[in-house]
């Protein structure tokens, strides 16, 4: 599609900056016995409100959730202990290529199969329309759980990529997007970003009012990808204590904890890290109210290719300056362009400068991000939005890391490791 190895490359004579190994500290607040948490707050549920006998569908989406396998299997098992027949259904609006094969596939990823779940999993895309706002918005629901006896709704509470308010991504947009379908997903985005802070909880409360909704189970996760929480949370108060889990999860989410920027290397993007593909709270571009995401300064955003779990949907792509014709060549148009046109944004499916490998790429955005003095070049590198605690930072950031309490060196400076490609391994994670 596109021929970068006829660009010249300005700037090819610029010298790399040596990086420094860092590790970023969080808090790291962790549930220790997840499946004993699960079976007691189900157990205590069941003590007031029986599920013997119901028929429950159990929600799961499309994001990354840690240990999303181990989470439902142990909801299943600990439901049919109850005397309950659970079923999992797919909940993740558009994604998956808004196919009901698709969404399976994107389960199975996460190790969500009826083998390791116990429970059948029930995947269409077909939905009901249960009620209606009073403007007349239609609100779908996922048809094989709107007939079902009750819904678990399984959804990970975090700060969205797109908008701000009381309810962001969590339990009241897994209601409202994940079991909308694409159907639902498309009527919701019409009305624009701009409006989904008062859109998600009013279309969930509605829902709320008509569909059997058992519980929620929010999870809530730490900066190390952690279970930080997961919590039971009745029905006749799911909207309120959701707004309250934001709270927390905000607290805990992963940040740069280093100055101005003038090049963001950021190895992998996909949907299992964000909604956005990289994360507007980490990176402060956001392809709509990004007036809402003000983080450190960056000057040049580089990526270098998409997740596996992303299935190459690459969406955010286009809130990169540069890219590789590697990621390129991962792309899955039908998925990405999907996401895209049922969001109604296109920002995030431009399609940045591209060049031939990860060096290349890496020593455009420092020539576009060389300012009229000649100061050591800011370099970060990350593996993704969602893996923050090991990252890397050029020399130009020694002292800061030795003066800041959260931050420690790892290593001494080295130089860039590329291949005879030009390409990188991805930074490691910090174990």
Same mark, same amino acid.
């Given at each position: 599609m596109?021929?970068?190895?006829?660009?010249?490359?300005?700037?090819?004579?610029?010298?790399?900056?040596?990086?420094?190994?860092?590790?970023?500290?969080?808090?790291?607040t962790v549930v220790e016995d997840l499946e004993g948490t699960i079976r007691s707050q189900v157990a205590e549920h069941d003590r007031t409100h029986p599920v013997s006998g119901k028929r429950i569908a159990i929600t799961a989406g499309s994001r990354g959730i840690a240990q999303l396998d181990r989470i439902v299997a142990t909801l299943v098992d600990a439901l049919a202990g109850c005397g309950a027949k659970p079923f999992v259904v797919p909940a993740m609006g558009s994604?998956?290529?808004?196919?009901?094969?698709?969404?399976?596939k994107v389960l199975a990823e996460y190790g969500v199969t009826e083998e390791r779940i116990g429970a059948p999993i029930v995947s269409s895309m077909e939905t009901v329309v249960v009620t209606e706002l009073p403007d007349g918005t239609p609100v779908h629901i996922d048809a094989e759980a709107a007939q079902a006896d009750g819904i678990v709704v399984l959804g990970r509470v975090k700060p969205h990529t797109d908008f701000r308010g009381t309810h962001e991504s969590g339990l009241a947009k897994m209601i409202a997007i994940g079991l909308g379908k694409h159907r639902g997903a498309t009527t919701l985005h019409a009305?624009?970003?701009?409006?989904?802070?008062?859109?998600?909880?009013?279309?969930?409360?509605?829902?709320?009012?008509?569909?059997?909704?058992?519980?929620?189970?929010?999870v809530v996760e730490n900066a190390y990808e952690q279970v930080a929480r997961l919590e039971l949370v009745p029905t006749d108060v799911l909207l309120e204590r959701e707004a309250e889990l934001l709270?927390?999860?905000?607290?805990?989410?992963?940040?740069?904890?280093?100055?101005?920027?003038?090049?963001?290397?950021?190895?992998?993007? $996909?949907?299992?890290?964000? @909604?956005? %593909? !990289?994360d507007?709270?980490? /990176?402060? #571009?956001?392809?709509?109210?990004?007036?809402?995401f003000r983080t450190v300064p960056i000057k040049r955003v580089v990526v270098l290719g998409?997740?596996?779990?992303? $299935?190459?949907?690459?969406? @955010?792509? %286009? !809130?990169?300056?540069?890219? /590789?014709? #590697?990621?390129?060549?991962?792309?899955?148009f039908g998925s990405f362009y999907t996401n895209s046109l049922t969001s109604g944004v296109p920002d995030g499916a431009r399609i940045p400068m591209a060049l031939a490998n990860d060096r290349?790429?890496?020593?455009?955005?420092?020539?576009m991000s060389r300012g009229p003095h000649d100061r050591p070049a800011k370099v970060v590198r990350i593996r993704n939005t969602?893996?923050?605690?090991?990252?890397?930072?050029?020399e130009a950031y020694a002292q800061e890391v030795a003066d800041h309490p959260d931050l420690t060196a790892l290593g001494e400076p080295r130089d860039w490791e590329f291949d005879a490609d030009g390409r990188l391994e991805p930074l490691p994670a910090l174990h």
């Open positions: 596109f021929n970068v190895d006829a660009v010249r490359l300005v700037g090819g004579d610029i010298e790399l900056p040596r990086m420094i190994p860092v590790e970023q500290r969080f808090a790291s994604h998956g290529g808004g196919t009901a094969a698709g969404q399976r009305h624009g970003f701009e409006n989904f802070h008062s859109l998600i909880p009013a279309v969930a409360e509605a829902a709320l009012r008509v569909v059997p909704v058992e519980f929620g189970m929010a709270v927390e999860a905000k607290r805990l989410m992963p940040k740069l904890l280093v100055s101005d920027i003038d090049v963001l290397v950021v190895d992998e993007i $996909g949907k299992d890290i964000s @909604g956005a %593909g !990289m507007p709270n980490i /990176t402060g #571009r956001a392809p709509v109210n990004s007036e809402h998409l997740t596996e779990h992303t $299935g190459g949907n690459a969406c @955010g792509l %286009g !809130m990169a300056d540069v890219t /590789t014709q #590697r990621c390129l060549d991962q792309i899955d290349d790429a890496i020593v455009a955005a420092l020539h969602l893996t923050m605690p090991r990252i890397e930072v050029s």
